[in-house]
């Protein structure tokens, strides 16, 4: 038996795929939004997902759980696989998906209903508490990842909705990670949040990456810079470039990609 | 001066441009204090040597602004990729210059003392040749940041051999003169550190250099480099072989 050798903290050679995604093409309509783009995402690893507004980065992340079902006007053609297996088959069960793919979103859109009650609703829609102390430990659990449960543990019964912005995306957070999915999406989730807030999210981010696959929508560089491992770059619809975040950063390979992080007219 | 198209965020711009021309002055700077510490040996102008002395301290000044023009570069703007090369490289390249500054201001003073000392002759023309040298290498390594001449800034790199050859030459030269008259040992211990200041001066010069090709190309030029100088291990520049 070999010693495990050093590896730097943004290693990520070692980890497997978790979601592969081949010649992925979105239509709207007559819009081509996604074009023929293939990529590996990483188990427990970080991913963010950049590029300027409409370049497809939401519309690409929305695939995952197939969101874009919703959308009459979508039309997906490639293959996403999580696991190996094939999400678009006929087979799979949105919902049951969604269960495994969990979402956050640009606005926080609680529920309404009490705040234990939000954190609750996936977790015995999908049997995973046998009793209600059961129930309690996992909305506990749920809200203490969500970095929320100080503010919140004494008013459970509290709508959700009338927490402040910064508490409500927490709590959706906190909602998205009680059915404890294998994929995390987050579609900006911290535009709407305060730098402490933002801070505290990427601490989550960064403790979630040891169990999950996190994919992150930004358009915040920095934030993409500080808690991703790797860096996809999307402009009108391709993927430009994916790598490391650290080289995506410090010495990215493609024109494009330069002018979008250095802040450049592209 | 930018190799790209324009930042969005125009005082970006204008902050680059504002790093990079401080480090050209200082480069500038610097070239003079090379040329006029060398003018002053030969010429035994201790008006001259004086002023090259005074004249590090505008240097030094320099060098403080530069580092907190870039520390706030750095904490404003949050430079990546070329952004954050070049606010590295010019951080490194007034580092190497002040050092520069320094060798000069040493020639300075050590002309100073030689100057009340009977001339040697022949070292300090040769001294001021191989200054001449360095000086131009300077210049074209700082063409070639401004123009991101990669190329340049290897032709930089690989005259720095020569430089190290004439400091082989000046030190057997040096040698030889001790050794003939032990009278002229207090001068030409002055004119080998001078010698060896200005093969420093070459090194820094050469570190500059690798700047713009890290600029350039985003990584550090790892071609070998050939060893040329050898006093410090070969014994054919030992006093013994000389007396042969």
Redesign the interface.
Known sequence: MYDTPFRAERDVSAKDTKIAAREVQVYYGDTHAIKDVSVDILDKTVTAFIGPSGCGKSTFLRCINRMNDTIDIARIEGLIEIDGEDIYDRRVDPVQLRAKVGMVFQKPNPFPKSIYDNVAYGPKIHGLAKNKAELDEIVEKALRRGAIWDEVKDRLDAPGTGLSGGQQQRLCIARAVATEPEVLLMDEPCSALDPIATGQVEELIDELRQDYSVVIVTHS??QA?RVSQKTAFFHLGNLVEYGDTDKI????QD?RT??Y?????G | MSDMNRHILSAFDRDLEGIQAMIMKMGGLVETQIRDGAKSLETRDEELAEQVRQGDKAVDALEDSLNEEAARVIALRAPAASDLRVVLSVMRMSANLERIGDLAKNMAKRTSVLSQLQPVNGSASSLRRMARDVELMLKDSLDAYIQRDAELARDVIARDSEIDRMYNTLFREILTFMLEDPRNITACMHLHFIAKNIERMGDHVTSIAEQVIFVVTGAADDLPREKVDRTSFDPKYSVQDSEE
Request: charged content about 15%; overall charge neutral; glycine content about 6%.
């Open positions: 560089m920095q810079a950063f410090t010495n990215p024109s330069e002018s992080i250095t802040g450049r007219i």
